[in-house]
């Protein structure tokens, strides 16, 4: 499998990272299925763009209907994909959404919200493609995470938990799929420009975000300034999950950092050192046998 076009699977792959990821891994002629939730309504617009751009440039770019909240439709996409290809190499969970503020002035609703999205719907998602990864005896989870889930700034609680969430989900999958030979890994992405900023879901307690709206527009306008005058190319992010995709299978690393100089090595630190102490851990508790390399 290491030279063959792979059969890909990309969560959220109307807009952002997702899309970006499933046009240039088409390109390179890897079979890909461009999921789109609400494929009759607001995704149909990008269905049948990315439908246009497969039919014009003459690559292999399949539009699946995906809800990533719902198991049933998560299941369907699965069995689609394994319907028209026979197998599933890769699956990219990249579906995600952004709650930015203050954690008081969020309800416990949104915040459900936030992680059934973000945590949740890669889960969902997994357990739809594992028992085809397991029986093949290989592919790989690709989750998108941040560098929140390392490094937690102010007014970002909510997505920092559950890309941390999402992370503890990686690394547990990790050592646990390694004997049925199916990776799990995480990109560790800094945050670059693209539409998850613009459909950001501001608090619903708008009593309590005025509270904080001195201190949370003050740091909005200096995260602003900063991405203005240094904003980042997205593309970095899609070229780090298309090499991954393509790396031999068991030459992945478990976390890649994608990220300006300062931020990436301030990151790879702490997942260098986070590493060493789970070998550590594992060695005390007595469980270094179920610890994958």
Do not use: C
């Amino acid at each position: 499998m290491n030279d063959a076009p792979r059969v890909v699977l990309v969560t959220g792959a109307s807009s952002g990272f997702g899309r970006l990821t499933v046009e240039a891994l088409a390109r390179r002629g890897h079979q890909v299925f461009a999921t789109v939730r609400d494929l009759p309504g607001r995704g149909a617009a990008a269905a049948a763009e990315l439908t246009a751009l497969a039919s014009a440039e003459g690559i292999d770019l399949r539009v699946v209907e995906l809800d990533v909240t719902d198991q049933a439709s998560a299941d369907r996409a699965v069995s689609a994909v394994l319907d028209a290809a026979g197998r599933l190499d890769v699956v990219v969970n990249n579906a995600g959404m952004i709650f930015p503020g203050p954690l008081e002035a969020f309800t416990a609703e949104e915040a459900q919200r936030q992680l059934d999205v973000n945590v949740l719907g890669a889960l969902r998602v997994s357990r739809a493609a594992l028992p085809q990864l397991r029986s093949q005896g290989h592919g790989v989870l690709i989750q998108i995470g941040s560098t929140s889930s390392r490094v937690t700034l102010p007014y970002s609680g909510l997505y920092a938990a559950s890309k941390a969430a999402l992370a503890s989900l990686t690394e547990a999958w990790h050592h646990e799929l390694a004997p049925f030979g199916v990776e799990s890994i995480i990109v560790d992405a800094a945050p670059y420009p693209t539409s998850i900023g613009v459909n950001a879901v501001l608090p619903a307690d708008t009593a309590r975000l005025q509270v904080y709206v001195e201190h949370f527009g003050g740091f909005v306008a200096g995260l602003t300034e900063q991405q203005t005058s240094d904003p980042g190319d997205p593309q970095v992010v899609t070229d780090a999950i298309v090499t991954l995709v393509e790396t031999p299978d068991g030459k992945r690393p478990v976390r890649t950092v994608v990220a300006p100089a300062a931020q990436y090595d301030a990151v790879q630190t702490v997942n260098i050192h986070a590493a060493e102490a789970t070998r550590k851990v594992g060695a005390d508790m007595g469980v270094s046998a179920f610890l994958a390399s």
